[in-house]
């Protein structure tokens, strides 16, 4: 299974059967034999047989540009808690968008990530909420940034490349069994050496893992997999070597027989996770060309924060990538609640010190700052954003839920669903972006 895992009010022996009957307008099915992939419009009642024509993250794209004539971008959300994932699928069902889920190995893999979740909870979380909300949408579900070093783990426990190689490897396995369908390659991060890799060595490093890929899907008969190569946290930022991978990789892909679906290329177009973010508009294109002289899609990578987002589909982008921002902005909506309707137990002040001291503890605040004592310096400044960032990695912590669930329960008392009025602000700021995209009613019309 890899986009429309879900439908409400179907269980899975009734998914599983080669006969399906569903409440639907026009429904094409990807995969029927696993959990089956929807695209529904409540109508009337039809019978589909798995034979019918696949929905893939290509199709999606492929249809907007060239059937509809209508350049779309779509909206990547990285799962930072239970909050932001529903808050994403909530904006996507009102606006019957498509909502595309990107999980960092920090988020989701096999030991939980900060997010608490492997690969199959959070599918199966994903099916749950789909069904409660009742949400007749495409959900992708992809992996971001798979690949040696890309998993802070690797990077704490100085992995050599060949135990980094063999832990991503256990991870993608675990993300295709669970049914995701698109994965991001990334081998463009090296710490070993004292240079950025050469795109030689990148495409020899992403054509492996490609290819044990395409063993463990093979091997336990799955679906085909859209792949994305390439990144912008390469350090080497010119155009060419965004070309020059490319190509190597498709000859290597050839070479070794391999028939397989790369739908996305990522390069730097200048874009940084910080307000004021700007995209690079002539990178982007360039990079966009690029992507068309192969019939794929440029994917933009830390698109939080964007300014004029609304030229992303205009240029024909593909993809864009967000998640930090909305941790941040969920940090700033807490703290507004308790400015409004604290009480001597629970105020602001107290909530920053529990979240600074789990930042502390979890110890990734030293991608942001030099020392711990320099975060509670944040509050007040231009760089108080970079706390709200930090939060993404806490928010599953048990003092942070724990806080939280007390917050809530104080505005329970005064009439107020304060995880509601959370998730609708977020909810608001998301289909934001799905409307800047041109994503709007994309589910009733592809």
Known sequence: MFVFN?????????LYSYLI???????????????????????????????????????????????LRRPITLLGISPINEVIVESALDAAKNLKAPMMFISSLNQIDIDGGYTGWTPEQFMRYVNLKIRELRASIPVIMALDHGGPWLKDKHIFENMSYEEALEATKKSLEAFIVAGYRVLHIDTTVDPTVNKPPSPDVVAKRTVELIEFAEEIRKDKGLSPISYEIGSDRWEVK??????????????????????????????????????????????????????????????????D???????LPKIRVGGA???????????QIIRDILRKHGSEDLT?????????????????WRKYVKSPSELFKLIGTSEEYKLGLMTRYVWNSKAVKDYLNEIFSNLCI?????????????????????????LTNIAREI
């Not at 879900?6 to 009734?14: Q, V």
């Not at 290329?265 to 874009?271: L, R």
């Not at 990538?321 to 940090?331: E, R, T």
């Not at 602001?348 to 990734?364: A, S």
Request: aromatic letters at 12%.
């Open 414 to 438: 005064e009439g107020i669903n304060g995880k509601t009025y959370v998730k609708k602000r977020i909810s608001s700021s998301i289909k934001y972006y799905l409307r800047c995209f041109n």
């Open 305 to 311: 924060y964007i300014e004029n987002p609304s030229i």
């Open 21 to 67: 009957e569903v409440v639907v307008k026009e429904v094409y099915v990807y995969n029927a034999e696993r959990i089956g992939v929807l695209l529904m419009n409540e109508s009337k009642y039809f019978n589909i047989k798995a034979s019918h024509k696949e929905i893939t993250v290509e199709y999606i794209l492929n249809r907007a540009y060239n059937y």
């Open 321 to 331: 990538n967000m998640g930090p921002m909305f941790a941040d902005l969920m940090f």
């Open 6 to 14: 879900c439908i409400a009010g179907l269980t899975k022996p009734i």
């Open 238 to 303: 010119d155009i060419y070597y965004v070309k020059d991978l490319l190509s190597r990789v498709l000859n290597g892909l050839r070479e070794k027989g391999l028939r397989v679906r790369i739908v996305f290329i990522v390069g730097d177009v200048g874009t940084r996770v910080s307000p004021g973010n700007k995209l690079n508009v002539n990178k982007a294109l360039n990079l966009v060309k690029l992507a068309e002289h192969y019939n794929l899609y440029l994917k933009i990578h830390s698109a």
């Open 348 to 364: 602001e002040e107290y909530f920053i010190n529990i979240i600074i001291n789990e930042i502390i503890k979890d110890g990734r």
